[in-house]
């Protein structure tokens, strides 16, 4: 595992960016639902309109690193909204496009993601209380959709896409860890709460999940077919109607679309699959 905290240039196209230059007040934090080599070519593609400033994930197993597509000095039209488009550095996370457990950032995104953001603020001297520290207000219910951001650089500096937007963007992005590895960071310390990400995750992963299986060469179930699985007892129960997939998914969520490795990875090995 390796971390690379010097953002890469991937400049936005010039008809993504409005090139105006700006002092950054603090972040917004987004999740990509998808990943870093397809986020940073859509970016980089005058076709798109937008970008953000940032974004964080992997390009290759192991290697994890920051893409600078519109430097922080610059403004940049990631945010819907002008007011944070003036004032946050906006940063995307890479993430499974799938809803649920499968959707949230690695345990790694949020370590750089806690990183960079620990660097900006140090970099912008970002204060809050008279000192240099980060502090998280998220609105999930929009309430500053299309307005100015009260407070924003003065009381927090950290918020989500979905304060300001009608979507669950960063959905399962963990900022408060987040910004609480950062703060720790900035004050010099070593993490104790770095555990929390990998034990938060372990929890998530082992809870019971409906999934729809992803592996044209069949070796753990049929494709599109979708399975119940229980990581605890690691069984897989395959769903035989489209009803009881239905009444599963109330409870458990809708089904996700899982690969061999993500499967091999959660259940450690092929087990059986039994019918219901
Ligand atoms: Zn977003």
Same mark, same amino acid.
């Given at each position: 595992?390796?971390?690379?905290?010097?953002?890469?240039?991937?400049?936005?196209?010039?008809?993504?960016?409005?090139?105006?230059?700006?002092?950054?007040?603090?972040?917004?934090?987004?999740?990509?639902?998808?990943?870093?080599?397809?986020?940073?070519?859509?970016?980089?593609?005058?076709?798109?309109?937008?970008?953000?400033?940032?974004?964080?994930?992997?390009?290759?197993?192991?290697?994890?690193? #920051?893409?600078?597509?519109?430097?922080?000095?610059?403004?940049?039209?990631?945010?819907?909204?002008?007011?944070?488009?003036?004032?946050?550095?906006?940063?995307?996370?890479?993430?499974?496009?799938?809803?649920?457990?499968?959707?949230?950032?690695?345990?790694?995104?949020?370590?750089?993601?806690?990183?960079?953001?620990?660097?900006?603020?140090? &970099?912008?001297?970002?204060?809050?209380?008279?000192?240099?520290?980060?502090?998280?207000?998220?609105?999930?219910?929009?309430?500053?959709?299309?307005?100015?951001?009260?407070?924003?650089?003065?009381?927090?500096?950290?918020?989500?896409?979905?304060?300001?937007?009608?979507?669950?963007?960063?959905?399962?992005?963990?900022?408060?860890?987040?910004?609480?590895?950062?703060?720790?960071?900035?004050?010099?310390?070593?993490?104790?709460?770095?555990?929390?990400?990998?034990?938060?995750?372990?929890?998530? #992963?082992?809870?019971?999940?409906?999934?729809?299986?992803?592996?044209?060469?069949?070796?753990?179930?049929?494709?599109?077919?979708?399975?119940?699985?229980?990581?605890?007892?690691?069984?897989?129960?395959?769903?035989?109607?489209?009803?009881?997939?239905?009444?599963?998914?109330?409870?458990?969520?809708?089904?996700?679309?899982?690969?061999?490795?993500?499967?091999?990875?959660?259940?450690?090995? &092929?087990?059986?699959?039994?019918?219901?």
């Amino acid at each position: 595992m390796s971390y690379n905290e010097t953002p890469i240039a991937y400049p936005a196209a010039g008809a993504n960016r409005p090139g105006r230059s700006r002092r950054p007040l603090g972040i917004v934090d987004h999740h990509m639902a998808g990943y870093l080599p397809g986020t940073s070519a859509m970016f980089m593609n005058p076709s798109t309109g937008y970008a953000t400033n940032y974004g964080i994930g992997s390009m290759r197993s192991g290697v994890f690193e #920051i893409h600078e597509y519109v430097p922080d000095d610059q403004v940049a039209w990631g945010n819907g909204n002008d007011f944070l488009n003036t004032y946050a550095v906006s940063i995307e996370h890479e993430n499974n496009r799938a809803a649920g457990p499968a959707s949230k950032p690695t345990p790694e995104v949020h370590e750089l993601s806690a990183r960079f953001h620990a660097a900006l603020a140090l &970099k912008w001297d970002w204060r809050i209380d008279g000192r240099v520290q980060l502090v998280l207000r998220d609105f999930p219910n929009h309430d500053f959709y299309e307005r100015s951001v009260t407070g924003f650089g003065t009381e927090f500096n950290v918020t989500g896409h979905r304060t300001v937007a009608l979507k669950d963007c960063p959905r399962d992005l963990d900022m408060q860890w987040i910004v609480d590895r950062a703060n720790t960071i900035i004050n010099g310390g070593t993490a104790p709460q770095q555990l929390t990400i990998w034990q938060r995750q372990e929890k998530e #992963i082992r809870m019971p999940y409906l999934m729809k299986c992803d592996d044209s060469e069949g070796r753990y179930g049929e494709i599109g077919k979708v399975y119940y699985i229980l990581v605890e007892a690691a069984t897989v129960t395959e769903v035989q109607s489209v009803a009881e997939a239905n009444n599963l998914a109330l409870r458990f969520g809708d089904a996700v679309s899982v690969t061999y490795a993500t499967f091999e990875k959660r259940l450690g090995g &092929k087990p059986t699959v039994t019918p219901v």
